[in-house]
């Protein structure tokens, strides 16, 4: 039993530090906010027109974004702090 | 400046008037009665003026080189002056271009929203709070007419038209913010009638920043064409490059699991990514050489023979500040055992080149396939290089501002692209070939991305493909394109049971395509 809760403890611990994009969402300032917002503003052009016409922040709802940048980071292997500033200008066109 | 000049000539006015007063003086104390002492005294005071004279002569030229100076000073300052308000004027413009760029933006963004949110996935995703559940994908319509000139290995040729339509819709599912859900079906109505294929099907886990891993059937993250240029609506043109199409050089999907990530590693915008991947491995439809690789297999007596392993590295060396656009350049290798003992590699290198309204790309391919019973080894290489240009900023003079309007919307594009192999296996050649109304073979048909022609099948096939884009949005293309075909001679064909003939004479063939293409 006390295997099972130490394995539990564990794999809750490894599941915590996994990565995403939207948990540090939670805890920023609107300063930083900002800055994410004006340093995607200056990646989208560039980044989103790498292997396609980019796609407007407009086209989607930011619920939306929400999985389709973890669909564009993967096939990009875009930086996740680069991700996370491009989600950040995509989100706020709605 | 102005203060030290004057106290100069004042002082120099003032010494002067003392000196005259006194001499007068004294001249006058003495009388004539001392000449001597007189002319003494005149000399010394002749002495003393052409000092002054010399003195005065020297103000004078200080005082030039003060008021050059000042000049100077003041023209520097004028400079400065002018630097300041011309870096003021610059600052300015820039915050206006900026703005302008923002607007612009915004502005295009807006206009460029065809299609809003999808009612069914918002409605789903209140359902499901905080999950996303997003569906997209793309559906394309087109025509294809190819002008079949001649026969290849004696097959039945005719030149022949047709529409197709194909639909290829995706679903990303994001149940917690570190997994997605990819799943791709191919819905379409092509050569063979209506049919459905799954693509794509395979979960994302982003375990921490530099690492994602990818588990299922996924599109061969080999080079760029595959994975990035493949769907329809991304692709600039209608078909696909010669070494991505029906004689291609590495398969075109793996069934397995992939890691990989990015980083930056100067400053921003210059990034490195990796993408290392293991799966079922290679498969062939024959075991003679030139025959067509097909998409993985998860029967078990394939598996027998091991795994593949495949790696790609990709670096972008361009600062985002340069503002000299993005470049790629990537590297790839795939290989596995395909049968028994026997050995498939390849490699790859690809760039990808975007600035403003110019976009180019490139990649070349070379594969190695060991054959069995001293077979020599099935070697193939394959590139493509294409390049488009948006005429965006292109002001056709003396046409009305709609005409211009159309025009900025049109990107003109140009491909190259070309396979070499010493063979080609004739069963996947009839397997090509369709069967008309009647019973009568209609010789190679075209079909979703291929325009049919039996050039496509020369051992040594070489298209030159001009394409005319006409962008409605970012995601919605009315495409045309214009596929001439310049195969080289060469090269024999295979039957099933080994036996070679000569390729003999090639066709040289045209088609035309158009299509219509909606990425959701």
Redesign the interface.
């Known amino acids: 039993m006390k295997k099972q809760v130490a394995a539990f403890l564990l794999m809750t611990a490894t599941?915590g530090?996994?990565?995403?994009?939207?948990?540090a969402d939670q805890q920023m300032t609107p300063a930083e906010h900002r800055r994410l917002f004006l340093?995607g503003?200056?990646?989208w052009?560039?980044?989103c027109?790498?292997?396609?016409?980019?796609?407007?922040?407009?086209?989607?709802?930011p619920?939306?974004w929400?999985?389709?940048i973890?669909?564009m980071?993967?096939?990009?292997?875009?930086?996740?702090?680069?991700a996370q500033a491009l989600l950040e200008y995509l989100k706020s066109?709605? | 400046m102005r203060t030290i000049r004057f106290l100069v000539i004042t002082g120099m006015i003032m010494s002067l008037a003392i000196f005259t007063e006194a001499s007068r003086v004294l001249a006058q104390d003495l009388g004539a009665s001392d000449a001597a002492t007189l002319k003494e005294i005149q000399r010394e005071m002749r002495e003393m003026r052409a000092e002054r004279k010399r003195d005065r002569e020297l103000i004078q030229k200080l005082e030039a080189k003060v008021d050059g100076l000042e000049k100077g000073s003041a023209k520097t300052q004028a400079t400065t002056e002018q630097l300041k308000t011309t870096d003021e004027k610059l600052q300015a413009t820039t915050a206006a271009l900026q703005q302008t760029t923002a607007q612009v933006k915004t502005l295009q963004a807006k206009v460029d929203q065809p299609i809003p949110a999808p009612d069914f996935s918002e409605a789903f995703n209140r359902y499901l709070g905080s999950h996303t559940f997003e569906i997209t994908g793309a559906a394309a319509g087109n025509f294809i007419y190819d002008q079949q000139s001649g026969a290849l290995n004696d097959l039945h040729h005719a030149s022949q038209n047709s529409f197709f339509f194909d639909w290829e819709p995706m679903i990303l599912y994001r149940p917690a913010d570190w997994i997605l859900f990819e799943g791709v079906f191919d819905a379409g109505f092509g050569s063979t009638g209506t049919g459905m294929d799954l693509s794509i099907a395979d979960f994302q886990l982003f375990l921490n920043k530099y690492m994602t891993l990818v588990a299922g059937l996924y599109d061969q993250p080999f080079g760029d064409w595959y994975e990035n240029q493949s769907p329809m609506w991304v692709n600039r043109f209608i078909t696909a490059p010669l070494p991505f199409g029906n004689e291609a050089i590495v398969p075109p999907s793996e069934l397995g699991l992939q890691l990989r990530g990015g980083m930056q590693w100067g400053t921003l915008g210059q990034d490195f990514d990796y993408t290392v991947w293991g799966g079922n491995g290679p498969n062939f439809s024959e075991a003679v050489p030139g025959a067509a690789l097909s998409g993985p297999t998860s029967a078990a007596s394939a598996q027998s023979n091991g795994k593949s392993i495949g790696a790609r590295l990709r670096i972008y060396p361009l600062p985002l500040e340069w503002e000299m656009g993005r470049l790629e350049l990537g590297a790839s290798t795939y290989n596995g055992k395909w049968m028994n003992g026997n050995w498939f590699n390849s490699w790859g290198v690809d760039f990808n080149y975007f600035k403003d309204n110019l976009q180019a790309r490139g990649e070349w391919i070379e594969s190695y396939r060991q054959m069995p019973n001293g077979v020599p080894t099935d070697h193939r290489e394959g590139w493509y290089v294409q390049a488009g240009y948006f005429l965006n900023d292109v002001n056709a003079p003396f046409v009305p501002r709609q005409v211009n309007d159309y025009i900025h919307r049109l990107e003109p594009l140009i491909r190259y692209s070309g396979v070499n192999q010493h063979a080609v296996a004739t069963d996947d050649i009839v397997a090509a070939t369709g069967v008309g109304l009647g019973g009568t073979q209609i010789g190679l048909v075209p079909d979703f991305g291929i325009n049919g022609s039996p050039a496509l099948y020369a051992p040594h096939s070489r298209e030159v493909a001009l394409g005319l884009d006409y962008w409605i949005a970012p995601s919605i293309v009315w495409q045309n394109e214009f596929d001439i075909e310049l195969p080289h001679a060469g090269g024999v064909f295979v039957s099933s049971t080994g036996a070679q003939t000569p390729a003999g004479a090639i066709p040289n063939d045209r088609a035309f395509l158009s299509q219509f293409t909606i990425g959701f």
């Open positions: 599941l530090s996994v990565g995403g994009l939207a948990r340093k503003a200056e990646l052009p560039v980044y027109n790498q292997c396609h016409n980019a796609r407007p922040p407009s086209e989607k709802a619920v939306e929400n999985a389709i973890m669909h980071r993967t096939l990009g292997n875009i930086p996740p702090d680069d066109g709605h």
